[in-house]
């Protein structure tokens, strides 16, 4: 195969005087590969600049003050309301802005205060309505079931394919004009369709389209329905257009966009649909007038005043105008963000499609609901796991500790969604709770259960990456987890899955898909099956070791997942001394392998013939300390100290000065310590799980 229409397609979508403008926004960076965009935005210098400048030449004082300082205060907010609007496409005549902590507090919030019961209907009788939501949603909204079922509404779910379905039969249209959007005074109940604009798990975007669907009755013409659009990831790296759809309410979060303020969410909220949310509590300033003897209370009349409990984050909220002004300095239009961010993706998941063992096996399982053909169905996301060369999975863990060795920060794990986890992974609800049941949480480094992950590895992008990123990516994996020579080809159902995708959502593909698709099999001949595990393979990746030494939370989960002892390059074959040391930095902190990735390349070595405990690290001499520093002898040379290890408080025996010295110089970390857990102390037996 040759020729370059197949190799994996990159546009460049930033002009050469904007790639300049945004590198020095994000120049401290330097060469880290910052992959990590969907779990947080970072801020640029000109943003963090005009905050800093504006709060050191304006006083800003409580809102709810009244005096001249609190006025300029509270105009500035009104001024920042008016500018998330406008960046939404839409104004205060349509929408308000309610201040939240996050897009979780203004999910929550709506969970509290939505109406099940159209009270205005004689003879309701008191029935509630529906609240619905789509698998692949955050746990934020997952959340809101119990809130809802206790307030009466009942509780639907709907999977993928379901939701698919439902949507793919519905033929119509978005009318902004349309009077109340299908509501009626005459029905009884009032529900609630949750989904969100963009999967923070695949990044497909789900259909806007959708929110019309709904608002006319796709689900039943029985209830008023109104719809929560979760906005959160979508808006990461793309516009959203409210004046093109309508959903009743969206909820945001702002650091998911700019990375500063962090604690800072709204809750947009239709005007012409705020009347289904009640308020049951009040707090600070949201009242015209509460009686401190008998509980009577007037609420504030503008929405967004009933909503906003206490004094608002005013100083963060600030800082807001001066993210927007930035952005979109750098970027000029949003719209370029949206291209960039999925010109990098689709880079990406087509280089890592092609990316085989030297046996022709894949190297690489993609999860992905899109066939990356364009930046309005696909975000900036590629989620996926590595394969070795027999097929097996690599666990999630592995390929996160060799990113952060190589200076990548990507995520790994379910990503707060559990629906679209289980579904890409092909997990059932049973199997999860067995995982579960087998110990693993959301969060930990228990990748691999049965030989079945338990999650993934994702990179999503942000204004600041580059082609450069996705290269050294691409080479980091290839290093570290694919036998080499690589061979780069496409898979040869490659054609067929992309056809899948794309008619998930009913889309045709285009005349140059199709041509490309095709060029893109005329390799499929030497595709050669997998031909078994390779044993001695030539793997750059650090095979894992069963450390010793405290260094949470990998070498517990690889004691407990039993890994291969011939896979490790440490052999203890009774585990008499595993777990049994501790470093701890400068602080008395306890070092773990997730804060100081460097710790995958410190050897321990059990010298049980000479009692010693040997250190190696690449570049500098062994050391070795004794196995059994006998404390109660009191011999002066080695103290005694405290730290934790998750949670738990660890009484040990500082191991001395020299090795002190020598793992500082190791890790580049000055005053660290070994320290040797004492005896007595019955940590390890807590932790020692076979
Ligand atoms: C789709 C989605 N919804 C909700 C949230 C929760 O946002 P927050 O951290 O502001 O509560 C996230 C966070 O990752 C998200 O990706």
């Not at 609190?70 to 105009?75: I, P, R």
């Not at 999650?455 to 290269?471: A, E, I, L, Q, W």
Request: charged share 20%; proline share 4%; with cysteine.
């Amino acid at each position: 195969m040759g020729g370059k229409e197949t190799d994996p397609a990159y546009e460049e979508v930033f002009s050469p005087e904007q790639m300049t403008r945004i590198r020095s926004e994000y120049d401290r960076l330097k060469g880290l590969c910052y992959l990590d965009q969907a779990g947080s935005a970072l801020y640029s210098k000109s943003h963090l600049e005009g905050a800093f400048a504006d709060l050191q030449s304006n006083v800003y004082s409580n809102p709810h003050s009244n005096n001249t300082t609190s006025k300029l205060c509270s105009d500035s907010i009104d001024q920042v309301r008016y500018r998330i609007l406008h960046h939404f496409n839409t104004d205060v005549e349509k929408y308000s802005v309610i201040f939240t902590g996050s897009a979780t507090e203004s999910i929550k919030l709506l969970a509290q205060s939505f109406e099940w019961r159209n009270d205005t209907v004689q003879g309701s009788h008191g029935q509630c309505g529906q609240f619905v939501y789509t698998e692949d949603n955050h746990t934020s909204i997952l959340g809101m079931r119990s809130l809802v079922s206790q307030r009466g509404a009942s509780v639907r779910c709907l999977d993928h394919e379901e939701a698919l379905s439902i949507f793919s039969s519905s033929e119509n249209g978005f009318n902004p004009e349309s009077p109340a959007n299908g509501l009626s005074s005459e029905r009884p109940t009032n529900s609630l369709f949750v989904y969100s604009g963009q999967c923070n798990f695949s990044g497909v975007k789900y259909p806007l389209s959708w929110i019309a669907d709904v608002h006319n009755g796709v689900l039943n013409d029985r209830s008023n329905w109104y719809v929560l659009l979760d906005a959160t990831s979508l808006i990461s790296t793309d516009v959203l257009n409210l004046s093109k759809v309508s959903p009743d309410f969206v909820c945001v979060s702002f650091y998911k966009i700019f990375g500063y303020p962090t604690g800072l969410g709204a809750l947009l909220v239709k005007n012409s649909s705020h009347h289904v949310l009640k308020r049951n509590y009040y707090g600070g300033g949201t009242v015209l007038v509460a009686l401190s003897a008998v509980n009577e209370y007037v609420p504030r009349p503008a929405i967004h005043e009933s909503f906003e409990d206490g004094t608002l984050n005013f100083i963060s909220i600030i800082g807001l105008l001066h993210a927007f002004d930035a952005m979109k300095e750098t970027i000029i239009e949003y719209t370029l963000l949206s291209r960039h961010c999925f010109h990098l993706a689709r880079y990406l998941f087509q280089s890592l499609a092609r990316l085989h063992h030297s046996n022709g096996s894949p190297a690489v399982v993609l999860y992905a609901d899109t066939a990356y053909d364009d930046a309005a169905s696909q975000g900036g996301i590629v989620n996926f796991n590595m394969l070795r060369a027999n097929g097996e999975h690599i666990g999630f863990a592995e390929v996160l500790h060799m990113a952060n060795v190589h200076d990548i920060q990507l995520r790994t794990g379910c990503f707060c969604n559990p629906g679209a986890c289980r579904r890409h992974l092909g997990l059932s609800t049973e199997d999860v709770r067995r995982h579960f049941q087998a110990g693993h949480v959301c969060g930990d480094e228990n990748d691999i259960i049965d030989g079945r992950p338990t999650g993934s590895v994702r990179v999503s992008f942000g204004v600041f990456n580059t082609k450069h990123d996705v290269d050294h990516l691409l080479g980091v994996l290839g290093k570290c987890f694919v036998h080499q020579p690589a061979v780069h080809k496409w898979p040869s159902n490659w054609q067929k899955r992309l056809e899948n995708l794309r008619s998930k959502f009913n889309k045709k593909p285009t005349k140059s898909q199709r041509e490309n698709a095709d060029s893109q099999n005329c390799n499929d001949k030497d595709q050669t099956q997998d031909s078994g595990r390779i044993r001695n393979h030539n793997l750059h990746a650090i095979s894992r070791v069963e450390y010793p030494i405290f260094s949470e939370p990998t070498p517990p989960a690889v004691i407990w997942k039993g890994v291969d002892k011939s896979n490790s390059n440490l052999v203890f074959t009774n585990g008499r001394y595993d777990r049994q040391w501790m470093i701890t930095n400068q602080s008395g902190v306890a070092l773990t392998q997730k804060s100081e990735p460097l710790l995958c390349l410190l050897q321990p070595f059990i010298d049980e013939a000479n009692n010693r405990l040997r250190l190696s690290f690449e570049g500098q001499p062994d050391i070795t300390v004794p196995l059994n520093l006998d404390v109660e002898r009191g011999d002066g040379n080695y103290s005694f100290c405290q730290s934790k290890v998750c949670g738990d408080r660890i009484r040990g025996n500082d191991c001395g000065d020299d090795v002190g010295i020598w793992l500082s110089n190791a890790l580049h970390k000055p005053g660290l310590r070994l320290i040797r857990q004492l005896p007595d102390d019955n940590r390890t037996n807590k932790k020692s799980l076979g």
